[in-house]
């Protein structure tokens, strides 16, 4: 009997243990599926963060592309107007250029018209004392003191005053004709009547101006006289035949260029300058 109750008791022992002993192996597993979870959580909390972060920065990087793009396209419409505004200047300067070659054309065929019209006038005169040439885009009338003068006189003599005649008349019928009269001597010193030869080469310009003036009916308000005495030599002063030459008078013609230093002063747009 009490082997029976030691035996029974040994039972109830072993089947006491064998029971507690399953929840602590559940509880052990539980804790560490528990403990593995809140591994994989944080885990995964932290690559949350990290994409997060990766979202950000791509979300700035958008942004500045964005601003890129807009600066570009400002940029890009700002470069167009330039280009536009360019094309349209000149396309203008073009125009005046145009216009200037037009203007400067029309006043190289009026010079060449001027020329031919005194040279069919004064075709009678001997070409010693008298030349008809184009210069610095003008047409010079060269009348030797042979053919105007007495030596040292500002005296005009006949055969001078016909000469100067048959300019006037083409002066006359030409309004638009402007008229610089200039006197030239050699470098002899003057004597007599006058201080110097800038006196005399002064003298002798304006008595042409006031026969044609007085004599011929030239506009005065066209007609400009000076005196440059030895100092615009057309040859040397050292020999007979370059003095000779060289004392002279020139009258000098041109057609008036209101038009053409109209358009040279005018701006790119036209406007005055001044």
Same mark, same amino acid.
């Given at each position: ?17 064998? !029971? ?15 403990a ?32 890129k ?10 470069t ?31 010079i ?7 040279s ?6 001997n070409?010693k004392?008298?030349?008809v ?6 047409v ?15 005296? !005009?003599n ?11 008349e083409v002066?006359?019928?030409n ?30 310009s304006?008595?042409?101006v006031?026969?044609l ?10 007609v400009?006289?000076?005196?440059h005495?030895?100092?615009?030599? !057309? ?23 209101d ?6 002063e005018s701006?790119?747009?036209?406007s005055?300058?001044?």
């Amino acid at each position: 009997m009490k082997k029976a109750i030691r035996l029974l008791s040994l039972g109830v022992l072993i089947t006491l243990f064998i !029971v507690s002993c399953v929840p602590t192996r559940r509880w052990k597993a539980s804790e560490a599926a528990l403990a593995a979870a809140r591994a994989d959580s944080a885990r995964l909390a932290q690559q949350v963060v990290q994409h997060e972060n990766t979202i950000g920065q791509l979300r700035q990087q958008i942004g500045d592309l964005n601003k890129k793009i807009d600066d570009l396209t400002n940029q890009s419409g700002l470069t167009q107007n330039q280009l536009n505004q360019s094309k349209e200047q000149i396309a203008e300067q073009r125009r005046r250029l145009a216009q200037l070659q037009a203007l400067m054309d029309q006043q190289k065929r009026a010079i060449q018209d001027i020329r031919k019209k005194m040279s069919d006038a004064l075709v009678g005169f001997n070409s010693k004392d008298l030349t008809v040439s184009i210069k610095n885009g003008k047409v010079y009338v060269s009348l030797s003191e042979n053919l105007l003068f007495p030596s040292g006189s500002a005296t !005009v003599n006949p055969k001078g005053k016909e000469a100067l005649g048959k300019l006037a008349e083409v002066l006359n019928t030409n309004p638009d004709i402007t008229v610089d009269i200039e006197g030239h001597t050699d470098s002899v010193p003057i004597r007599g009547r006058y201080q110097d030869n800038w006196a005399l080469s002064v003298a002798r310009s304006t008595a042409i101006v006031r026969i044609l003036t007085a004599d011929y009916q030239v506009d005065p308000i066209r007609v400009v006289a000076s005196g440059h005495s030895q100092y615009d030599p !057309v040859q040397t002063n050292s020999t007979p035949e370059g003095r000779a030459l060289n004392r002279r008078t020139e009258i000098i013609l041109s057609p008036k260029l209101d038009e053409l230093y109209k358009l040279l002063e005018s701006g790119p747009d036209g406007s005055d300058t001044n």
